[in-house]
């Protein structure tokens, strides 16, 4: 369906026709840890380690994807992560993503380092999620959630794994600190039509979150909860979800891998929110284990970006057809008929890799 240089089988190939196509420095950026990049690769591992117990003769010979999360219908538990900078990666940056997410029925999430206005990428229609790294300054807080409001999205991302931010070294040795001329953050603007740098608020507390959720009717999903304690905190501050994340690694290294996280967050929530992983998802096996052990849904990062780096929207769609059919095949092989039926025993930890 697509040029890609007849690859383009699995995500890693699509990995693959990004690392060609882009500058090294934007690649390193894009696909870059903090630190040892230990827990870049921990989320992937972690999969690894995990083994699916297939049931038999079920009779699951249609399957249904389909999902509702927080008020919106999904073709597939698969979302798109909010990530920083697509216009390094395709000229039409964000606009282009929007339109393949809209395509593939699911949600992307808006990074507030996205590189199009936040207006231009909700025009293409789709469902849109709104990422929020809140600013120290309340007022331009307020006018960005109000900005989101306005535009459509249906869903406050809340990061809260950032209150500095991560040692990149592969960044550091490239010196890359700058967004090269011509692109901007767009939704940094201020009512002088000035361009904010984001800053990483490490004051950010609870209250904040309280003033949050006071501000705005609009669903709240705290993005980067991994320990136990902060996802029953989560639930007593009133949000409606949480992303277990660790920034796909960019930020603290060392911290525990998403998967091995998952099961003491979805005890502490109990039922009570619906709880999202992202980090490290590249086949469809893997979105059955983190459904299975009791994620609602995951969301994807760097393989949309390694999709629109290859072919725009054509490669954001590719990268995800080919991660709803390798998902709707997994679940054919385990003898499950869709998200709904999938549950812990389906799921064996084995030691190693
Ligand atoms: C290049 C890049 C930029 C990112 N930018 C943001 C961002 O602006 N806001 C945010 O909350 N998370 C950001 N993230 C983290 C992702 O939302 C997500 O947690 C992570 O990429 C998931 O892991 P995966 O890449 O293994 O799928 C970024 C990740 C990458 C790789
Ligand atoms: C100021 C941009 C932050 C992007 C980000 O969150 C990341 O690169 O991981």
Redesign the pocket.
């Known amino acids: 369906m697509l040029a890609l240089d007849g690859t383009g089988l699995n995500l890693a190939d699509v990995a693959d026709g990004a690392r060609r196509r882009l500058d090294p420095v934007h690649w390193d ?3 870059g840890g903090a630190g040892d990049e230990r827990t ?1 690769r921990a ?2 591992e972690a999969f690894t380690r995990h083994r699916i117990l297939p049931r038999i003769l079920r009779g699951a010979q249609v399957r249904d994807l389909r999902i509702s999360l927080l008020g919106c219908r999904l073709a597939m538990p698969v979302l798109i ?5 697509h216009r390094l990666a395709h000229p039409e940056g964000e606009v282009a993503t929007a339109h393949a997410a809209a395509e593939a029925g699911t949600i992307m ?1 808006v ?3 996205a590189t199009r206005p936040l207006e231009e990428i909700a025009a293409v229609g789709g469902p849109l999620w709104f ?1 929020l ?1 809140p600013q120290s300054d309340l007022g331009f807080t307020s006018a960005l959630v109000r900005r989101a409001e306005a535009a459509g999205c249906r869903a406050l ?1 809340v ?1 809260v794994d ?1 209150p500095v931010f991560g040692r990149r070294e592969r960044d550091l040795r490239h010196r890359f600190v700058d967004l090269p001329p011509g692109l901007l953050c767009e939704n940094m603007r201020d009512p002088s039509g000035r361009v904010r740098d984001i800053e990483m608020d490490a004051g950010l507390d609870w209250p904040r979150i309280g003033w949050l959720r006071e501000l705005t009717t609009l669903p709240i999903l705290l ?2 909860v991994l320990h136990p304690a902060d996802a029953r905190l989560a639930v007593a501050h009133g949000v409606d979800g949480v ?1 277990v ?6 930020q603290l290294d060392g911290a525990v891998a998403t998967l091995d996280a998952l099961p003491g967050i979805v005890a502490a929530v109990d039922g009570r929110l619906p709880v999202l992983l ?4 590249r086949r469809g096996t893997d979105v059955l284990v983190a459904l299975a052990l009791g994620a609602t849904a995951v ?5 949309v ?1 390694w999709g629109l780096a290859v072919g725009g929207v054509a490669g954001v769609r590719h990268v995800l057809d080919l991660l709803r059919d390798d998902l709707d095949r997994a679940l054919a092989l385990a003898g499950v008929a869709g998200p709904g039926e999938l549950s812990g025993d389906l799921v064996a930890k084995v030691a190693g890799g």
């Not at 992560?81 to 900078?85: D, E, M």
């Open positions: 950026f894009f696909a870049l989320n992937e992560a909010p990530t920083a900078f999430v990074s507030m380092a990422q790294y991302v990061t950032s993005k980067g992303v994340s660790n920034h796909g690694g960019r992202d980090g490290g998802i969301l994807v990062g760097r393989p970006l």
